[in-house]
């Protein structure tokens, strides 16, 4: 029997920290021996860093660094950058054709993080509500059944399920 496979990752915004390795890296480490794992360096998800890209092109390198340091292996396990698989993208415009604007904007994450934005009179730019459509293109892509996240990251987690739900049921079971 196939192992189950796991979907996690990280936005790369600078150089990994003693808090990454206890909050996900260690447990990430552990995971690898259990499930098909899917690590993905999410740099397009990375908007508060979009005059800075050369920053997040780096950022790429030293997450990718940084997973090799902490044990993380490349030979049992995928690692993935966002940007370097258009598929990704691809179902992020298909997704977002079934997803109202609404729903995203009553997303609590979002909701919290838009607040953020609008104190800064910098305005919400489109792109932010498209992130967390990226997240659950992520998610269904490779087809995780389990996708270990912090509790920030939930309300994404259900978003999933619901998208999955929807366009199985008007198009036929698709995604796990």
């Not at 904007?105 to 800064?120: C, I, V, Y």
């Not at 997240?135 to 309300?155: C, K, R, S, T, Y």
């Amino acid at each position: 029997m196939s192992r189950k496979r796991i979907l996690t990752g990280i936005r790369p915004t600078g150089q990994l920290h003693l808090g990454h390795y206890a909050g996900a890296l260690e447990n990430w480490v552990r995971l690898q021996k259990e499930y098909e794992c899917f690590f993905l360096i999410a740099d397009y998800q990375v908007s508060d860093y979009a005059d800075d890209i050369d920053h997040v092109r780096r950022s790429v390198w030293e997450v990718a660094l940084d997973w090799l340091a902490v044990g993380l292996d490349p030979e049992g396990s995928h690692f993935v950058i966002e940007s370097l698989v258009p598929q990704h993208t691809e179902l992020t415009a298909v997704l977002s054709w079934f997803m109202p604007l609404g729903r995203l904007q009553r997303n609590p994450t979002l909701k919290s993080e838009m607040a953020d934005l609008e104190t800064g009179k910098k305005g919400v730019p489109v792109g932010f509500f498209i992130y967390p459509l990226m997240q659950v293109a992520n998610i269904l892509l490779p087809g995780a059944h389990l996708v270990p996240v912090g509790e920030d990251q939930l309300p994404h987690i259900e978003m999933t399920r619901e998208i999955a739900r929807k366009f199985d049921r008007d198009f036929g079971e698709t995604f796990i």
